[in-house]
């Protein structure tokens, strides 16, 4: 799973942590009209993980071995969209498929990267409103890496 870390913290122009180092974090929320596939332009938005216990925001994060199960961590991912408001704006069964995309998306997607592997994001909006999201290696825990994750 990802957890915030200030490894490569400013490695990169424009990087930002607002997350105490550790926290869980994920790739929620909502990316500006003006965030571009470069991570340059717009306000940073999307290149940012979420923590899921502060609902602040990092600019890298590292691949860890944590001891909780995958429904430990959809309930935390479930209870920061309670907490931020998300939820309320979607019925059980939208929200229900938001956590089982953030489940695939943030954990299982992440079963072929090393422990150690440092990435970061970049997500955007294109022309017709079709939305990207990808990570980007920022330092490898070791030469294993999936071809897709692009180099930063």
Do not use: K
Not at 4 to 19: A, E, K, W
Not at 56 to 75: C, L
Not at 96 to 104: A, N, P
């Amino acid at each position: 799973m990802l957890v915030s870390t200030l490894s490569t913290q400013g490695d990169v122009p424009g990087d930002y942590s607002f997350v105490p180092d550790g926290e869980l974090v994920g790739r929620y929320g909502v990316v500006c009209s003006d965030e571009r596939p470069t991570g340059q332009g717009g306000c940073g938005c999307g290149r940012g993980f979420g923590g899921l216990i502060t609902h602040r925001a990092t600019t890298s994060a590292m691949v860890v071995e944590r001891d909780i199960t995958v429904v430990q961590w959809r309930d935390a991912a479930h209870r920061m969209l309670r907490e931020t408001g998300w939820s309320g704006l979607l019925t059980d069964v939208e929200l229900g498929l938001v956590l089982d995309e953030m489940v695939e998306f943030d954990l299982l997607d992440l079963t072929h990267v090393d422990v150690g592997t440092v990435l970061g994001r970049r997500a955007w909006n294109d022309h017709r409103d079709i939305s990207h999201d990808h990570l980007v290696l920022r330092s490898a825990g070791s030469s294993r890496i999936r071809d897709g994750i692009s180099a930063a």
